[in-house]
């Protein structure tokens, strides 16, 4: 009689204890130039069961002191927009597609650099390891470069939180970076922006409470 396999003691850890050393190994990051400059590694953060996770850029200038994601303005954007949407932060994952802040110096300020695709690539093996042991239900790129990593096909103004199948997980949108909304020209633009964006987080939220196995596609793009 073949000899039964127990399973590995690794598969049954639970998810908390794996993204914890994840982010231990991730903190150590060397696979591109990155962390030189970056304080540190922001690793993402939130319950490892949860339904819906967030996908940005890089951590900005707030977060790499603090080493936590979307703690800074647009964080406070984005968690005030989920507030408004009817989804409770602290449920949801946010991490981003590269983890070391990117910038150059301006007088004082530490500016945003936009990742080059060798960066991107280089952190892609985090974003794929949290998306491994989380399992969203419902995975969300917020703006183009996140989108380039988890949805590559879809296009952030035309398929804003249109619902796409995908390997990575049973429903893939995109919508827009909320710093997108803080760089609008106006507050005529920028409170418009920001109206669309909550549209968005609603559309998402019922997808992500839908009942499974019903087409969010059908559902969601009429
Ligand atoms: N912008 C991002 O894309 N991620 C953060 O964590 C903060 C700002």
């Known amino acids: ?45 939130g319950p490892p069961d949860a339904t819906i996770m967030f996908v940005g850029e890089q951590p900005g200038d707030a977060e790499d002191r603090e080493g936590e994601p979307f703690v800074g303005p647009a964080g406070h954007l984005l968690r005030e927009a989920l507030a408004e949407a009817g989804i409770d932060a602290d449920t949801v994952y946010l991490t981003n597609a ?26 892609r093996l985090w974003l794929d ?14 703006g183009a470069t996140a989108a380039s990593q988890i949805l590559p096909e879809a296009r952030v103004m035309r398929d804003r939180a249109k619902p796409f199948t995908s390997p990575l997980a049973e429903i893939v949108t995109v919508t827009v970076h909320p710093s997108s909304i803080l760089r609008a020209p106006d507050s005529q633009s920028r409170a418009e922006a920001r109206r669309q964006f909550v549209k968005d987080l609603r559309k998402i939220a019922r997808m992500a409470r839908q009942p499974r196995g019903r087409s969010a596609t059908a559902d969601e793009n009429g």
């Not at 993204?19 to 060397?30: G, N, S």
């Not at 590269?98 to 952190?123: D, Q, S, T």
């Open 1 to 45: 009689m073949p000899e039964r396999r127990r399973p590995s003691t690794k598969s049954r850890r639970p998810a908390r204890t794996l993204l914890t050393a994840v982010e231990r190994d991730a903190a150590a990051c060397r696979r591109c130039d990155l962390w030189k400059r970056g304080t540190q590694t922001v690793f993402g953060a």
């Open 98 to 123: 590269v983890k070391h802040f990117k910038w150059r110096e301006r007088g004082k300020r530490r500016i945003h650099e936009r990742p080059n695709r060798v960066e991107v690539l280089a952190c």
């Open 129 to 142: 390891t949290e998306i491994a042991i989380v399992k969203p239900r419902v995975l969300v790129a917020l």
